[in-house]
C-alpha cells in the first residue's frame, strides 16, 4: 500500500508506478512531491476539493471547469471545457512561444553586441566612429525593430512535440544561444570594423566607409534572421513563405535602408552617400559571410546531436 512506503521508497519506485487506487489527498500531495524530488517538473489535474493541495503544490496545477471553486482557486489553470486535448494544445503553445521568445532574444542580442564590438573596437584602435548616432538609431528601429515583430508570428517547428520536456531549469539563453551569440557578435563586429578600415584607409573618404558598416549591418540583420526561423533546421529547409508578416517586414527595412542611402533628403539626415558596385559587393560578402557562420553552427550542432 502507499501508505506504508516511506518518502525515500516512494521517490525510488514512482516512476514505476502508473496507476494509483483508492489515494487519500495526502497521498496525492506525497506523489506529487516525489515526482519533485525526482527533478521532473509536475502537473496535476483534479476537481474535488480533496485534490487542492496536491493542486497546490504541483508546477502547474489543471482544474476542471466543472470542478469545485476550491479547486480551481487552488490551480494554475483551469480547463473550461474539461478536455484533456486543451492540456495537449496549450504544451504545444507554450513550446511554440517559448521557440519564439528565444530566437527573438537572439536577434537582439547578437545585433546590439554587434554594434557594441564595432564601436568599442574602434575606440581600442583610435579609428573614428564607423557609425553616427543616426546610422544606429536608423539600424535599431528599421532593420532590428520589424523583423524581430515578424519573428513572433513563426509558426511551430515541425516536431515540437516530440522533444523531451524541458526542465524547470530550463533557460532561454542556454550553451547553444550564448555560443551563437558571441560568434555572430564577434564576427559581425569586427568584419564590418575590418570594412570601415579598408575603405577609409584607401578611399580617405569617411563618409564613404560609414554608409558601407551602415548598409552591411542592416543587410546581414535583415537576411539572417532568416536563419533564426528554426535553430533546429537550415534556412534553405523552411518553407520561404510561411511568415508572410516576416517577408514584410524585411522588405520594408530594406527599402528604407536603401532610401538612407540614396534619397537625397535622408542622405543629408543619415550622413550617408550613394554606394557603387564595389561596396555593394563588400556589403553582400558580410552578410553572406554572418548568414554562413550562423548556418554552420547550427550544423555542427545538429551533427552533435546525431552522434549523441
Same mark, same amino acid.
Given at each position: 500500500?502507499?501508505?506504508?512506503?516511506?518518502?525515500?521508497?516512494?521517490?525510488?519506485? *514512482?516512476?514505476?508506478?502508473?496507476?494509483?487506487?483508492?489515494?487519500?489527498?495526502?497521498?496525492?500531495?506525497?506523489?506529487?512531491?516525489?515526482?519533485?524530488?525526482? #527533478?521532473?517538473?509536475?502537473?496535476?489535474? &483534479?476537481?474535488?476539493?480533496?485534490?487542492?493541495?496536491? $493542486?497546490?503544490?504541483?508546477?502547474? =496545477?489543471?482544474?476542471?471547469?466543472?470542478?469545485?471553486? *476550491?479547486?480551481?482557486?487552488?490551480?494554475?489553470?483551469?480547463?473550461?471545457?474539461?478536455? !484533456?486535448?486543451?492540456?495537449?494544445?496549450?504544451?504545444?503553445? #507554450?513550446?511554440?512561444?517559448?521557440?519564439? %521568445?528565444?530566437?527573438?532574444?537572439?536577434?537582439?542580442?547578437?545585433?546590439?553586441?554587434?554594434?557594441?564590438? $564595432?564601436?568599442? #573596437?574602434? +575606440?581600442?584602435?583610435?579609428?573614428? %566612429?564607423?557609425?553616427?548616432?543616426?546610422? +544606429?538609431?536608423? +539600424?535599431?528601429?528599421?532593420?532590428?525593430? !520589424?523583423?524581430?515583430?515578424?519573428?513572433?508570428?513563426?509558426?511551430?517547428?515541425?516536431?515540437?512535440?516530440?522533444?523531451?520536456?524541458?526542465?524547470?531549469?530550463?533557460?532561454?539563453?542556454?550553451?547553444?544561444?550564448?555560443?551563437?551569440?558571441?560568434?555572430?557578435?564577434?564576427?559581425?563586429?569586427? &568584419?564590418? %570594423? $575590418?570594412?570601415?578600415?579598408?575603405?577609409?584607409?584607401?578611399?580617405?573618404?569617411?563618409?564613404?566607409?560609414?554608409?558601407?558598416?551602415?548598409?552591411?549591418? =542592416?543587410?546581414?540583420?535583415?537576411?539572417? *534572421?532568416?536563419?533564426?526561423?528554426? $535553430?533546429?533546421?537550415? !534556412?534553405?529547409?523552411?518553407?520561404?513563405?510561411?511568415?508572410?508578416?516576416?517577408?514584410?517586414? *524585411?522588405?520594408?527595412? %530594406? +527599402?528604407?535602408?536603401?532610401?538612407?542611402? /540614396?534619397?537625397?533628403?535622408?542622405?543629408?539626415?543619415?550622413?550617408?552617400?550613394?554606394?557603387?558596385?564595389?561596396?555593394?559587393?563588400?556589403? @553582400?560578402?558580410?552578410?553572406?559571410?554572418?548568414? @554562413?557562420?550562423?548556418?554552420?553552427?547550427? /550544423?555542427?550542432?545538429?551533427?552533435? !546531436?546525431?552522434?549523441?
Amino acid at each position: 500500500a502507499l501508505a506504508t512506503l516511506s518518502e525515500t521508497e516512494l521517490r525510488q519506485r *514512482v516512476k514505476d508506478l502508473t496507476v494509483y487506487a483508492r489515494v487519500t489527498p495526502q497521498d496525492k500531495l506525497r506523489i506529487v512531491s516525489a515526482w519533485q524530488a525526482c #527533478g521532473e517538473v509536475v502537473a496535476m489535474t &483534479g476537481d474535488g476539493v480533496n485534490d487542492a493541495p496536491a $493542486l497546490k503544490a504541483a508546477d502547474i =496545477g489543471v482544474a476542471l471547469g466543472s470542478g469545485t471553486d *476550491v479547486a480551481k482557486s487552488a490551480a494554475d489553470l483551469v480547463l473550461l471545457d474539461n478536455h !484533456f486535448r486543451t492540456i495537449v494544445e496549450a504544451v504545444r503553445q #507554450g513550446r511554440v512561444i517559448f521557440d519564439n %521568445l528565444k530566437k527573438v532574444t537572439l536577434y537582439l542580442l547578437s545585433d546590439s553586441f554587434s554594434e557594441v564590438m $564595432l564601436i568599442t #573596437g574602434a +575606440i581600442v584602435l583610435g579609428l573614428p %566612429l564607423p557609425l553616427l548616432p543616426t546610422q +544606429i538609431l536608423l +539600424i535599431n528601429i528599421v532593420t532590428d525593430g !520589424f523583423p524581430h515583430i515578424a519573428l513572433t508570428q513563426e509558426h511551430m517547428e515541425e516536431g515540437v512535440m516530440t522533444r523531451h520536456p524541458a526542465g524547470r531549469r530550463r533557460v532561454i539563453l542556454d550553451r547553444f544561444s550564448r555560443t551563437l551569440i558571441i560568434v555572430v557578435s564577434l564576427v559581425s563586429g569586427l &568584419g564590418n %570594423l $575590418l570594412l570601415f578600415y579598408v575603405f577609409e584607409r584607401f578611399t580617405g573618404d569617411i563618409a564613404l566607409a560609414r554608409t558601407v558598416v551602415f548598409a552591411a549591418l =542592416g543587410l546581414d540583420s535583415l537576411l539572417y *534572421v532568416f536563419s533564426l526561423r528554426s $535553430l533546429r533546421q537550415p !534556412f534553405f529547409r523552411q518553407s520561404f513563405f510561411a511568415n508572410p508578416l516576416l517577408l514584410l517586414a *524585411v522588405g520594408a527595412g %530594406l +527599402i528604407l535602408q536603401l532610401a538612407a542611402v /540614396y534619397l537625397p533628403f535622408l542622405q543629408d539626415m543619415f550622413h550617408t552617400v550613394p554606394l557603387g558596385w564595389v561596396e555593394w559587393l563588400a556589403v @553582400g560578402g558580410m552578410s553572406f559571410v554572418v548568414v @554562413g557562420m550562423v548556418e554552420l553552427i547550427k /550544423y555542427l550542432r545538429l551533427r552533435s !546531436f546525431q552522434g549523441a
